[in-house]
């Protein structure tokens, strides 16, 4: 069965937790490299809170520029995290 990814805007706390540790960042790294506090990050990958569009965006971003990518398929409920190698 043949599955087509393409890029979602839709992510879960699992989602950020995935991509931070599939490219190595600590809490503190990805906080750096959003512009948020550690203490969001936590947050947000706990699901604790809902949290503001704009902290979603800034996280998603920064997550992407390191590498990673956020892909859904054919089954709506379906999301992959996908991220780049380092060498």
């Known amino acids: 069965m043949d599955v087509t990814f393409r890029d979602t805007k839709f992510i879960e706390p699992r989602h950020i937790r995935m991509a931070r540790s599939g490219l190595g960042l600590s809490v ?40 990673a990518a956020f892909l859904s398929g054919d089954d709506p409920g379906t999301i992959a995290v996908s991220v780049k190698l380092r060498q």
Request: cysteine-free; proline content about 2%; charged content about 20%.
């Open 28 to 67: 503190r790294d990805l906080a750096e490299l959003a512009g948020v506090n550690k203490a969001t990050i936590v947050r947000l990958e706990a699901g604790l809170q809902p949290a503001r569009s704009t902290t979603i965006n800034a996280v998603r971003s920064a997550l992407e520029q390191a590498g």
